[in-house]
C-alpha cells in the first residue's frame, strides 16, 4: 500500500464443532483441524494475513486479534503461537458476530483509535492467497478513506439458502460496487431469483471497516449492547477485566453483524450508507458441511478420477464414484457405492451421503439430549 494504514485484523473463531462430527467437537472446532491438508484451517487463515508472498504482508502477528472460547484458546494459543496471547481473547458466553466483533472495534478504537479493522472467520479456505491480499487491500484503502463499510461478496453458483445475500447497485469506481440491501438465508424460490439477477453476491462474512466506524455503528444500532461491552473494554489491561468480562458479555444481545448493523445501515439507502461490496474472485469455500470439503478437494484435483476422496492407509476403489471416506489408519475399500460420506474417528463413526450431510449437526443435538457429553 502506498499510504501506511494501521491495520489489524480480527480473526473469529468461535464454533460448536457440529458440522464435522465426529471429527470435530466443542473443544476441537474444524478451526483448529487440518481438514485441508497439513496446516490447520486457524493457521491457513493467519497465513494469508501475515505472508509476505510479494514482500508487503498484510499485517504482522502482533497486530492480530483472535476471538474465541474457553475450549478452544488453549489450542489457539499453541498453533498460533506468534499471536500475543492476551489478544486471544475468549467469550464467557456465545453471542454471535456482533458482540464479537463489537468487543475487537471497542478494544482497537481504544488501543489504536485510526486503526482500520478486519472481520475474518478462522474456518474458511482460500484458494488464490495473492488475490485475496489484493483484494483486502483495496478494501482497507476504501475503509480507511472515511466512513466506509466494506463486505467480501462472492458470485454466487447455485442458489444456496444457507448464505445470506448481498444486492448490488450502482459501480462506486471499477472493482467496486455500492450496495442496496443484505437478505439472510433466502428460501430457495428467492434464491434462485437472486442467482438469476445477476447483481446478488453470497455475504462472505468478511468485512473491512475502521475500528472507529464499527464502534459507532455499535453504539447506534445496538444502544443496550454498545455500552455493555464499553464497560468491559474500560477494564482492559486491569486486575477486574476477567470478573467483568465474565459478568457483562453474557448480558450482551444474541445477534449477528449482519442483522444488527448491515441490514440497519443499508436502509440508508445506496447512496447515503457508505456499504460497498468488493467481488472477491479468489476461490473461496467456507467447508460448511462434509459435502461441502468433498466438492472442494474435487475442485483441487485431491480425488481420484470417479471423484471419490479417500484419506486411508491404502485404497481400493471397484465400481464407485464421488464418495468421501476419511479413516486414516486402515485401508479402505469401495465397492459399488456413490455419494457416500463415511468419518472415523477413535470413538465414533459417522455414514451418511452427501445430500444428507448437512443434517450432522441433528446427530450432535440427539447425543446432547441424550447426556452423551463425551461425543459432543
Not at 465426529?22 to 491438508?37: C, T
Not at 500475543?84 to 464467557?92: I, K, M, N, T, Y
Not at 459435502?291 to 486411508?312: C, F, K, M, P, R
Request: hydrophobic letters at 45%; glycine letters at 6%; aromatic letters at 8%.
Amino acid at each position: 500500500m502506498a499510504v501506511t494504514i494501521d491495520f489489524r485484523p480480527v480473526i473469529l473463531a468461535g464454533g460448536s464443532g457440529t458440522r464435522f462430527w465426529p471429527r470435530s467437537r466443542r473443544a476441537r472446532a474444524k478451526q483448529i483441524l487440518a481438514l485441508d491438508g497439513e496446516r490447520t484451517m486457524i493457521q491457513r487463515t493467519l497465513d494469508r494475513l501475515t505472508a509476505a508472498g510479494d514482500g508487503q504482508a498484510l499485517a504482522q502477528p502482533q497486530d492480530v486479534w483472535v476471538i474465541t472460547n474457553d475450549l478452544l484458546s488453549t489450542a489457539i494459543c499453541t498453533q498460533l503461537d506468534c499471536v500475543p496471547e492476551h489478544q486471544v481473547v475468549c467469550e464467557p458466553a456465545a453471542r454471535n458476530t456482533a458482540p464479537a466483533a463489537g468487543l475487537a472495534a471497542f478494544l482497537i478504537e481504544r488501543l489504536y483509535p485510526e486503526a482500520v479493522i478486519g472481520i475474518f472467520p478462522a474456518d474458511h479456505v482460500i484458494a488464490d492467497d495473492a488475490a485475496f491480499v489484493a483484494t483486502i487491500r483495496r478494501a482497507i484503502m476504501l475503509a480507511a478513506a472515511g466512513d466506509n463499510m466494506v463486505v467480501l461478496g462472492i458470485e454466487p453458483t447455485r442458489p444456496e439458502t444457507g448464505y445470506g445475500y448481498i444486492e448490488t447497485g450502482e459501480a462506486f469506481e471499477p472493482g467496486i460496487l455500492r450496495v442496496r440491501r443484505f437478505t439472510e438465508k433466502p428460501n430457495r424460490e428467492r434464491a434462485e431469483t437472486f442467482v438469476a439477477a445477476g447483481n446478488y453476491f453470497w455475504n462472505s462474512g468478511m468485512f473491512v471497516w475502521s475500528a472507529k466506524t464499527l464502534a459507532n455503528a455499535m453504539r447506534q444500532h445496538l444502544p443496550e449492547t454498545a455500552p455493555l461491552l464499553e464497560k468491559i473494554v474500560a477494564a482492559w489491561d486491569t486486575p477486574d477485566f476477567e470478573r467483568v468480562f465474565r459478568e457483562v458479555y453474557p448480558q450482551c444481545e444474541n445477534i449477528s453483524v449482519d442483522y444488527a448493523i448491515l441490514e440497519p445501515r443499508s436502509a440508508k439507502g445506496e447512496h447515503h450508507s457508505n456499504l460497498y461490496c468488493l467481488p472477491a474472485r479468489f476461490g473461496w469455500s467456507d467447508l460448511g458441511s462434509w459435502t461441502a470439503l468433498h466438492e472442494y478437494q474435487v475442485e483441487q484435483n485431491a480425488a481420484d478420477d470417479a471423484e471419490n476422496v479417500v484419506q486411508g492407509a491404502g485404497t481400493v476403489v471397484i465400481g464407485s464414484k464421488g464418495n468421501y471416506v476419511y479413516s486414516p489408519d486402515k485401508v479402505i475399500a469401495l465397492v459399488g457405492v456413490e455419494d457416500l460420506v463415511v468419518v472415523e474417528t477413535n470413538d465414533a463413526l459417522l455414514i451418511t451421503n452427501r445430500r444428507h450431510s448437512q443434517d450432522v449437526g441433528k446427530v450432535v443435538k440427539e447425543l446432547q439430549a441424550r447426556g452423551d457429553e463425551k461425543l459432543i
